[in-house]
């Protein structure tokens, strides 16, 4: 089953459902994204929603290419992608 992933992106800071933070990034010349290191509050949250936030967290530690989407974009890497939609 597909699982719903709600996450805000302003500047460089993000809001993943659980947890908020911010980070330092860039694009490389091939497109690909590298993100430092994050800083982010540590609030418990459910199971379904920490691992959901986990994988954002380890996608985006992966260099992921970024990719365009209807209606948003896509990271993806090492044959794992998620799709963010504008609001």
Do not use: W
């Not at 800071?13 to 590298?34: A, E, P, Q, R």
Request: proline share 1%; with cysteine; hydrophobic share 30%.
């Amino acid at each position: 089953a597909r699982r719903q992933r709600q996450m805000c992106i302003r500047d460089s800071t993000y809001d993943d459902g659980c947890n908020s933070g911010n980070g330092t990034y860039h694009f490389d010349d091939k497109g690909l994204l590298h993100v430092g290191d994050l800083s982010e509050t540590r609030v418990m949250c459910d199971s379904a929603t920490m691992d959901n936030a986990n994988e954002l967290k380890s996608l985006l530690r992966a260099k992921p290419a970024v990719y365009q989407a209807d209606g948003g974009f896509a990271l993806g890497s090492q044959g794992k992608a998620i799709e963010f939609l504008a609001e």
